[in-house]
């Protein structure tokens, strides 16, 4: 909706100079003379601070500079703003009103309040570091100008910019899990869920980084040009992610919750485009409102799966577990690995972590550890140790600077 130019009247300095006026006016009509004099004096004023205000709006200029159009999480925006008097008068009170950052931090930024001379001009300078993903407004949302009374009030709507910042993408060298680890490493046959070289269902062109294991190599010595060949698969998807972005607290959403939620979200993008880029297909589910699901099988879906972790927050106490047996009992689930991205110990999930150990079903349990207080994570390794050594996946994430390491160097039965 456009914004346009408003005027505001102060009723009360309105109302004192009303006042002042008709005293004068009693004392002119009584005294006569220099009191009268005064009077049509007095009543040129408002009439001269009006122009004056109207040629102070139509000089002042703005100018916002940012030093970076798409940041990412943990950069830092240097926002400067720039105030200029290009009329040929002083303007004696000028005011902003900047948009708020981000509702969910303390981030903000004062407004200022000042006078300019003829010609003068007036730099501010902030940095905004998006240390959370979300969305961040920076910038002014109005200037406003007031008259030498300061009777009326000219506010001016100003634009601001709005930045997306989304997580960091890490880069997976290894994550051996089930039998997609087989496939990736070349090393076996595919088993239920993965492509079957005797369905070939077409072909597609090549684009890099994708794999080139299954490049039809007659096709490409006859035409020159290379090409996938695509093949259909004895049960999709290939692998079920089902991330927990659960909050105990969902209307006050602390910092500490926003730093545990960044952590889940970069395991995930992690673990996406580590199988897309394998050509793994995989599903996406997360319990937010609506619920979230995202479905791909190659490089080419990261893109498409990044942009939507915008809209990933916490919601209820919805239980992951949940949904995935809703899956299975609808029908909807095929794959026969799950892996978990969870912060709590949810009903049922470690219950059947344990049962499906010597079944058919591979599960794997990723534990985010970001905001879990010592004794607690003490009282959770032992209790994972235990159903690690009855042969349970289980990768605990320490904090969002080990997130790497420790999916990398973990193969889920690891003992502390």
Not at 38 to 56: F, K, N, T, V
Not at 346 to 370: A, C, K, R, Y
Request: charged residues 20%; hydrophobic residues 40%.
């Amino acid at each position: 909706m456009k914004r346009t130019m408003s005027i505001h009247f102060k009723v009360k300095a309105l109302a004192g100079f009303v006042f002042v006026m008709i005293i004068i006016y009693l004392a002119g009509s009584y005294f006569g003379g220099v009191m009268l004099f005064l009077m049509y004096g007095l009543l040129l004023l408002p009439l001269l601070s009006i122009a004056h205000l109207l040629i102070s709006v139509f000089g002042i200029k703005y100018f916002q500079y940012f030093s970076s159009d798409h940041p990412v999480k943990g950069e830092t925006i240097r926002y400067r703003v720039v105030l200029t008097n290009e009329s040929f008068l002083s303007i004696s009170k000028v005011s902003s009103h900047f948009v708020t950052v981000n509702p969910l931090m303390d981030t903000m930024i004062e407004d200022f309040h000042l006078s300019l001379s003829r010609g003068e001009k007036k730099e501010f300078v902030y940095e905004i570091t998006c240390s959370y993903r979300g969305i961040y407004n920076v910038g002014l949302d109005s200037v406003t100008v007031a008259d030498m009374l300061d009777l009326v009030n000219v506010t001016i709507p100003v634009w601001h910019r709005t930045f997306y910042v989304y997580p960091r993408i890490l880069t997976l060298s290894r994550f051996f899990f089930g039998a997609e680890s087989l496939l990736i490493k070349a090393s076996a046959a595919a088993p239920a869920g993965l492509p079957d070289s005797t369905l070939v269902r077409g072909i597609r062109e090549y684009r890099e980084p994708a794999s080139a294991r299954h490049i039809f190599w007659k096709k490409f010595a006859a035409t020159g040009l290379p090409v996938l060949k695509e093949y259909d698969t004895s049960a999709t998807p290939e692998v079920a992610l089902y991330i927990d972005l659960s909050n105990e607290d969902a209307a006050s959403l602390s910092i500490k919750a926003l730093e545990r939620e960044d952590v889940s979200i970069e395991i995930l993008t992690a673990l996406v485009r580590y199988y897309l880029k394998a050509d793994i297909r995989l599903t996406v589910t997360c319990h937010c409102n609506p619920i979230f699901t995202f479905k791909g099988d190659r490089l080419e879906a990261f893109d498409e799966f990044y942009r939507t972790t915008i809209n990933l927050f916490s919601g209820g106490l919805q239980n992951p577990y949940e949904l995935f047996r809703a899956d299975i009992s609808e029908g909807r689930l095929e794959s026969k690995s799950v892996i978990f991205i969870t912060h709590r110990i949810t009903p049922g999930l470690f219950d059947f972590l344990e049962e499906s150990i010597n079944s058919d079903m591979q599960i794997l349990v990723i534990f985010n550890h970001t905001t879990t207080g010592d004794r607690e994570k003490k009282k959770y390794r032992r209790f994972f140790n235990t159903l690690r050594d009855r042969g349970a996946n289980i990768v605990e994430v320490h904090s969002p600077h080990s997130i790497i390491e420790d999916m990398e160097g973990n193969d889920g039965n690891e003992t502390v």
